[in-house]
């Protein structure tokens, strides 16, 4: 989930949809097309130089194993032809997003004549449009795509349609052990053993650091004297702390010690993990009395206040856009954010039109990828599915099983543009992701030793609702009010969603959600 869910920071996208990359090799020859990517995008170097992208080097040559009796991907694409002719509504995210079915839409009708219109949506418009859609009994849409925070409301609902009667029928099971275990445990994309969702998006936060900066002998001795340990990528908030303020008393305002998406109706995103982290829980899974006001929740909220006074000055109003462009400008020696600012940091993506509002990096070659301190946030992601309501769903199903299976998925999560994030353990372990720039077998290693110990947002009924009290809680706290009469004010609202919607569904709804590996302390 992108800043304030994904949608505002898209604006210059739209203008250049006319250049959509459309020639994709058949799978048979998917590394040719992979190493054209490496040609058209550039690929940074280490050194770390302001201007264009390092030569390109010779990509790893790999062809995706695929395990067990078939794959999944030509299995999807010789069963869908008989459905040669049809048009299927596939619901995504508006923008960049979007470039992925786009992209490879015109590849999957090229392969089984079935075309596909892709349903550009924003991120709150996808939840409450699919589900009005279904209640009103339209059948607007074949594929239905949806944040696992939204699993438990949809399929009460009955808003996505089981996946197992085609699961069973089309696809290599070896595929679902092919998930990374956070993204394919219970609550993700499935309840108990019926699936609802293909895990198609690893979302993740990740610290970004500046290596130059940590390793130079002079802010080593000069912080060691200062703080009495070693200057290295923080594993506590205390740590974080003391690193941030001693780069913005020594650097500022040439460079600040790091900075952190603070925005009204993005910030509760990193409040989440970082509650989790120092030992938080929602709720009292007895009495579905809110816990967001104890002591652990009022730390939390006084360490982001507390971190705001060595960030740039106005960080309280830092979207994703100011912290991109600060972090890619060099004026930042730490960051907290989504995978895809590891890519473009690296310069991967710097030529292609799509990403041409994107500031050129100055700092490739010169970054660290560490999971954050306490609990990374499991910041969104997405599940594919199926709408009850399509008069296609088999077909439906196909494509869907063609884009989440190994060989297609790899393919559209190297894609410098389209925001799909590494999910599955192929992708972890893939020789050409990890040849794409000199750190990617790092950055790869980051995210996913972040993502088995991350925290997943509050994924029950109501979660909008309630993550809503706690964005305002914090910006209440960042103008001044004090934290524990800022969260006392969110309990109370939350106290009252929870009262509407059922305390006793709402335990039931809670102790399901919270048998995810999530909330568990990793890794696992």
């Not at 390092?54 to 069963?79: C, L, Q, R, Y």
């Not at 372990?429 to 077998?441: F, G, I, Q, R, V």
């Not at 997943?456 to 103008?479: H, V």
Request: hydrophobic share 40%.
């Amino acid at each position: 989930m992108w800043p304030n869910n994904k949608k505002y920071f898209y604006k210059e996208e739209a203008k250049m949809r006319a250049s959509r990359v459309r020639k994709f090799m058949l799978l048979l020859f998917a590394v040719l097309f992979l190493i054209g990517m490496s040609v058209q995008f550039g690929m940074a170097g280490k050194s770390g130089k302001e201007s264009a992208p390092a030569p390109e080097k010779e990509v790893v040559k790999e062809t995706v194993v695929v395990s067990g009796p078939f794959s999944s991907a030509s299995k999807a694409v010789e069963e869908a032809k008989k459905y040669k002719g049809t048009t299927l509504n596939v619901v995504w995210e508006a923008g960049l997003q979007s470039q992925d079915p786009l992209t490879m839409g015109p590849k999957w009708e090229e392969l089984t004549g079935i075309k596909i219109k892709v349903v550009e949506l924003s991120y709150n418009d996808i939840y409450s449009n699919q589900l009005q859609d279904h209640l009103t009994g339209g059948s607007s849409y074949d594929v239905i795509t949806f944040s696992p925070l939204w699993l438990i409301d949809y399929v009460t609902a009955g808003v996505v349609a089981p996946l197992n009667p085609y699961i069973d029928q089309y696809m290599n099971k070896d595929d679902l052990k092919d998930y990374l275990n956070v993204y394919g445990a219970e609550g993700y994309g499935r309840i108990g053993e019926t699936w609802y969702g293909l895990p198609d998006d690893g979302d993740v936060f990740v610290l970004y650091y500046r290596k130059d900066l940590f390793e130079d002998p002079a802010n080593k001795s000069d912080f060691k004297a200062k703080y009495g340990y070693e200057l290295a990528p923080p594993k506590t908030w205390d740590q974080f702390n003391d690193i941030g303020n001693f780069f913005t008393d020594k650097f500022s305002p040439k460079i600040y010690g790091g900075a952190i998406q603070r925005l009204e109706g993005q910030v509760y995103s990193w409040w989440d993990g970082a509650f989790s982290g120092n030992g938080g829980r929602f709720f009292d899974p007895d009495t579905m009395k809110p816990m967001i006001n104890s002591p652990i929740g009022v730390k939390t909220l006084q360490q982001m206040v507390d971190q705001n006074k060595w960030m740039p000055p106005g960080v309280e109003k830092w979207g994703f856009v100011e912290i991109l462009s600060a972090w890619m400008d060099g004026k930042l020696a730490m960051v907290i954010t989504w995978p895809p600012i590891g890519r473009w940091s690296a310069g991967y993506g710097a030529t292609v039109e799509q990403l041409s509002w994107v500031p050129k990096t100055k700092v490739a070659g010169k970054v660290g990828y560490v999971p954050p301190p306490g609990r990374p946030g499991l910041a969104g992601g997405f599940c594919l599915g199926i709408s009850p309501d399509s008069k296609n769903k088999e077909a439906a199903y196909l494509f869907i099983q063609w884009m989440n299976s190994p060989e297609i998925s790899l393919q559209r999560v190297m894609l410098p543009f389209a925001l799909r994030d590494p999910f599955r353990i192929s992708h972890f372990e893939s020789p050409l992701y990890s040849s794409l720039w000199p750190d990617a077998p790092e950055y790869l290693n980051c995210l996913k030793e972040a993502a088995m110990k991350g925290q997943m947002e509050l994924g029950i009924p109501g979660a909008r609702e309630y993550a809503e009290a706690i964005d305002n809680a914090c910006t209440s706290a960042f103008a001044g009010t004090d934290p524990k009469a800022a969260l006392d004010n969110a309990a109370k609202r939350w106290e009252e969603i929870t009262k509407r919607l059922g305390a006793d569904k709402q335990k039931e709804n809670y102790a399901l959600w919270e048998k995810g590996p999530w909330n568990k302390e990793g890794p696992k």
